[in-house]
């Protein structure tokens, strides 16, 4: 049988092994499979190569620019989903394994491409929050922004998800504008090799913005600076010994770790059995327990019920284990394949027994179960393996030791606090579910557990159908934790591009404030031109440009035309009395969607042209009442723009409105969106 030779890809060459090559087994068969890593790995070069090649590369292009190639990335994977899969059966992942990994992580990158396109600018600098006066003029004014790191980020990441464990980490950190070293677990390391080659011969990344260490990093993490960063996925005891390093601590170098995690899985105390909620706790129960054979971060190590329902929960999910069949993952009737080595293998199996101490063994046997089509003595088998603690309160291994593997503990709780009192004893998890349908019961478990788990997922009959599970992080959402999680969050979104910027506070003018942020801030230059704006393309309106428009009288008619068309009779408009004994009113107004009628009336261009539609409106605020026969005017000003697809983008508009006296009565965003028409 061939030897794969794992290659590395180091300052834009691809590296073979060389000395120091580690092997590497088919979880399967225990065979020798393929072999990885190189002590010559010139970890200096790379480092220099992404930050002064890789980085500067990033840094030209926009956010959009670069969610544009995260999307055409993953395009691009999905072409060689196939090819990926049939490699990823050596690790003992099954088809459906392969989909959580591979698909999972494409659909990331979807996810944060089309993040980047709708939360961030077309620009290379994200403005976070609003605009500070610092002033009493308004001529000196604050606004924070984020900036792309100017290092590397070394991504670390863990055996079980090859795939998704890099592609979840690399779509934000190129989104931020920051090139990536990729190092996977080395018994893995092939499947990740195999998606670094589809990326890299796309040709969609730009010079320098990718490179892979298949094996050992060597001194890497001893020459990083406060410009790079470190995300981490792994064991609690590697983390601790990579993020304590003096350079480390000494540099401030951010290092973000995802690791250990003696996750729990709550039975609501409604949730007796024969109820749907029942059942959706074992189905969920059972797919952690055997999903990747159990080689989940998030999956369920502890299971928590009522004392009453325990002997039903052992039952009802021993019988669904029971028809789990194991063997070769690449036949068709095989729901779990191996650990991914026998020395993970061995390494559970050692576990098995710490918990053993402390808790029974009701269901699995890790020497004599039946597979099928393989040889359970040369592959890394094992059963599914389910123990009950009696004595969860004085117990303590069953709360720091997790055996990562199919293996799931039963405890049993008296009331709701017992129960969260237990899921806070794993000192910090990933994630936490509660199965109920009562709401008060999922509203005290995040009252009193969030502290401690950095993701709680509640699941009932109402949300079943469209739920994604317990142990499914989702790229919309924080994936980390407190304590022996690691202390970290990764995804969540934008702020997982965040991670790997930095925040600084800017101070001065408007005018400086709008050049830096490619947004108008009030109080700067407003630009005029001779024709109306709205008869003006996206690419022909520029950043400031404005109109005031002509003032028009707010009448008594008008007010009361107004509430019969619509049905708002609200006293304030409609009973002078009622209006005057208002503190904020001196008698009656008009009202607030009066205003913005008129507003619209005042400075809306009504021919057809490049405005395609009004798609809403932000920020809105009333900030002085316009009594009958007081007069308002309009101040239209281009705040920022930005590109949505090849037809049109979008404009927002700052928007004033002021009343005679050239007092702000109300001030908000208008949103359109404009046709390009010729650049």
Same mark, same amino acid.
């Not at 959009?64 to 992942?93: C, E, I, P, V």
């Given at each position: 049988?061939?030897?794969?030779?794992?290659?590395?890809?180091?300052?834009?060459?691809?590296?073979?092994?060389?000395?120091?090559?580690?092997?590497?087994?088919?979880?399967?068969?225990?065979?020798?499979?393929?072999?990885?890593?190189?002590?010559?790995?010139?970890?200096?070069?790379?480092?220099?190569?992404?930050?002064?090649?890789?980085?500067?590369?990033?840094?030209?292009?926009?956010?959009?620019?670069?969610?544009?190639?995260?999307?055409?990335?993953?395009?691009?994977?999905?072409?060689?989903?196939?090819?990926?899969?049939?490699?990823?059966?050596?690790?003992?992942?099954?088809?459906?394994?392969?989909?959580?990994?591979?698909?999972?992580?494409?659909?990331?990158?979807?996810?944060?491409?089309?993040?980047?396109?709708?939360?961030m600018p077309d620009s290379q600098i994200y403005l976070d929050g609003d605009?500070?006066?610092?002033?009493?003029?308004?001529?000196?004014?604050?606004?924070?922004?984020?900036?792309?790191?100017?290092?590397?980020?070394?991504?670390?990441?863990?055996?079980?998800?090859?795939?998704?464990?890099?592609?979840?980490?690399?779509?934000?950190?190129?989104?931020?504008?920051?090139?990536?070293?990729?190092?996977?677990?080395?018994?893995?390391?092939?499947?990740?090799?195999?998606?670094?080659?589809?990326?890299?011969?796309?040709?969609?990344?730009?010079?320098?913005?990718?490179?892979?260490?298949?094996?050992?990093?060597?001194?890497?993490?001893?020459?990083?600076?406060?410009?790079?960063?470190?995300?981490?996925?792994?064991?609690?005891?590697?983390?601790?010994?990579?993020?304590?390093?003096?350079?480390?601590?000494?540099?401030?170098?951010?290092?973000?770790?995802?690791?250990?995690?003696?996750?729990?899985?709550?039975?609501?105390?409604?949730?007796?059995?024969?109820?749907?909620?029942?059942?959706?706790?074992?189905?969920?129960?059972?797919?952690?327990?055997?999903?990747?054979?159990?080689?989940?971060?998030?999956?369920?190590?502890?299971?928590?019920?009522?004392?009453?329902?325990?002997?039903?929960?052992?039952?009802?999910?021993?019988?669904?284990?029971?028809?789990?069949?194991?063997?070769?993952?690449?036949?068709?009737?095989? %729901?779990? @394949?191996?650990?991914?080595?026998?020395?993970?293998? =061995?390494? !559970? /199996?050692?576990?098995?027994?710490?918990? *053993?101490?402390?808790?029974?063994?009701?269901?699995?046997?890790?020497?004599?179960?039946?597979?099928?089509?393989?040889?359970?003595?040369?592959?890394?088998?094992?059963?599914?393996?389910?123990?009950?603690?009696?004595?969860?309160?004085?117990?303590?291994?069953?709360?720091?030791?997790?055996?990562?593997?199919?293996?799931?503990?039963?405890?049993?709780?008296?009331?709701?606090?017992?129960?969260?009192?237990?899921?806070?004893?794993?000192?910090?998890?990933?994630?936490?579910?509660?199965?109920?349908?009562?709401?008060?019961?999922?509203?005290?478990?995040?009252?009193?557990?969030?502290?401690?788990?950095?993701?709680?997922?509640?699941?009932?009959?109402?949300?079943?159908?469209?739920?994604?599970?317990?142990?499914?992080?989702?790229?919309?959402?924080?994936?980390?934790?407190?304590? %022996?999680? @690691?202390?970290?969050?990764?995804?969540?979104?934008? =702020?997982? !591009? /965040?991670?790997?910027?930095?925040?600084? *506070?800017?101070?001065?003018?408007?005018?400086?404030?709008?050049?830096?942020?490619?947004?108008?801030?009030?109080?700067?230059?407003?630009?005029?031109?001779?024709?109306?704006p709205f008869t003006r393309t996206f690419h022909e309106l520029k950043i400031?440009?404005?109109?005031?428009?002509?003032?028009?009288?707010?009448?008594?008619?008008?007010?009361?035309?107004?509430?019969?068309?619509?049905?708002?009779?609200?006293?304030?408009?409609?009973?002078?009395?009622?209006?005057?004994?208002?503190?904020?009113?001196?008698?009656?107004?008009?009202?607030?969607?009066?205003?913005?009628?008129?507003?619209?009336?005042?400075?809306?261009?009504?021919?057809?042209?490049?405005?395609?539609?009004?798609?809403?409106?932000?920020?809105?605020?009333?900030?002085?009442?316009?009594e009958p026969g007081e007069s308002i005017k309009v101040r239209l000003t281009?705040?920022?723009?930005?590109? =949505?697809?090849?037809?049109?983008?979008?404009?927002?508009?700052?928007?004033?409105?002021?009343?005679?006296?050239?007092?702000?009565?109300?001030?908000?965003?208008?949103?359109?969106?404009?046709?390009?028409?010729?650049?």
């Open positions: 049988m061939t030897i794969l030779d794992v290659k590395s890809f180091a300052h834009g060459e691809w590296v073979a092994p060389g000395k120091g090559a580690r092997n590497i087994e088919n979880a399967i068969t225990g065979a020798l499979f393929a072999r990885a890593g190189n002590d010559n790995l010139d970890v200096t070069a790379m480092l220099e190569y992404a930050r002064q090649i890789g980085g500067p590369n990033l840094r030209k292009l926009t956010f959009h620019d670069r969610a544009r190639m995260l999307k055409a990335l993953a395009l691009h994977l999905s072409q060689y989903k196939q090819a990926l899969y049939d490699l990823s059966f050596a690790t003992g992942a099954t088809l459906t394994d392969h989909k959580i990994d591979i698909d999972g992580g494409i659909g990331t990158m979807f996810v944060f491409a089309s993040k980047g396109r709708r939360e605009v500070e006066q610092l002033s009493r003029d308004g001529t000196f004014l604050g606004h924070h922004v984020y900036t792309p790191m100017q290092g590397a980020a070394i991504h670390i990441n863990a055996f079980n998800f090859p795939v998704w464990g890099m592609l979840e980490k690399l779509a934000p950190t190129l989104l931020a504008g920051v090139p990536a070293i990729v190092k996977p677990a080395t018994a893995t390391c092939y499947v990740t090799e195999l998606a670094v080659k589809i990326m890299l011969d796309s040709g969609l990344l730009p010079k320098g913005s990718l490179q892979l260490v298949s094996g050992g990093i060597s001194n890497m993490l001893d020459q990083l600076t406060c410009q790079d960063a470190v995300g981490f996925t792994g064991s609690a005891q590697t983390a601790f010994k990579l993020r304590s390093s003096s350079h480390i601590l000494k540099n401030s170098v951010q290092f973000v770790a995802e690791q250990d995690s003696l996750n729990a899985s709550i039975l609501g105390a409604d949730a007796v059995p024969g109820t749907p909620e029942f059942d959706i706790f074992i189905k969920e129960a059972h797919r952690e327990i055997t999903s990747k054979a159990g080689q989940k971060c998030t999956a369920i190590r502890r299971i928590i019920a009522p004392d009453s329902h325990i002997e039903a929960v052992i039952d009802a999910l021993s019988k669904r284990l029971s028809k789990t069949t194991i063997g070769d993952p690449q036949l068709d009737d095989v %729901r779990m @394949g191996p650990l991914v080595s026998n020395n993970q293998k =061995r390494d !559970v /199996l050692e576990k098995v027994s710490i918990l *053993a101490e402390e808790a029974e063994l009701v269901y699995g046997d890790p020497n004599k179960f039946d597979a099928i089509g393989v040889d359970t003595q040369k592959g890394a088998f094992v059963s599914p393996m389910l123990f009950h603690c009696q004595y969860p309160d004085t117990a303590e291994r069953v709360h720091d030791t997790e055996a990562f593997g199919p293996v799931s503990t039963i405890m049993g709780y008296r009331n709701l606090d017992h129960a969260i009192e237990l899921a806070n004893r794993g000192a910090g998890s990933l994630v936490a579910s509660v199965v109920t349908h009562d709401t008060q019961i999922a509203r005290e478990v995040v009252m009193s557990a969030g502290a401690f788990h950095g993701r709680l997922y509640f699941n009932n009959r109402d949300s079943v159908k469209e739920s994604t599970g317990h142990g499914s992080p989702l790229p919309h959402m924080v994936h980390g934790g407190p304590g %022996r999680a @690691g202390g970290g969050e990764e995804l969540g979104g934008i =702020r997982g !591009v /965040l991670h790997y910027m930095q925040r600084s *506070a800017i101070q001065g003018s408007p005018e400086i404030l709008t050049a830096i942020g490619e947004q108008w801030v009030p109080g700067s230059i407003e630009l005029t031109e001779s024709t109306h400031g440009e404005t109109i005031y428009t002509e003032p028009r009288e707010v009448t008594i008619d008008n007010i009361e035309h107004f509430a019969q068309f619509t049905g708002d009779n609200f006293y304030a408009h409609m009973n002078e009395k009622a209006a005057k004994r208002n503190p904020f009113f001196p008698g009656r107004v008009a009202h607030g969607y009066l205003l913005l009628s008129f507003a619209a009336g005042l400075f809306v261009e009504p021919s057809e042209g490049p405005v395609l539609a009004n798609t809403g409106l932000d920020k809105l605020r009333f900030l002085k009442p316009i281009v705040k920022r723009k930005t590109p =949505r697809n090849d037809e049109y983008g979008e404009v927002r508009w700052h928007v004033s409105l002021f009343n005679a006296g050239d007092e702000l009565a109300a001030e908000y965003e208008l949103l359109t969106m404009n046709t390009y028409g010729c650049e």
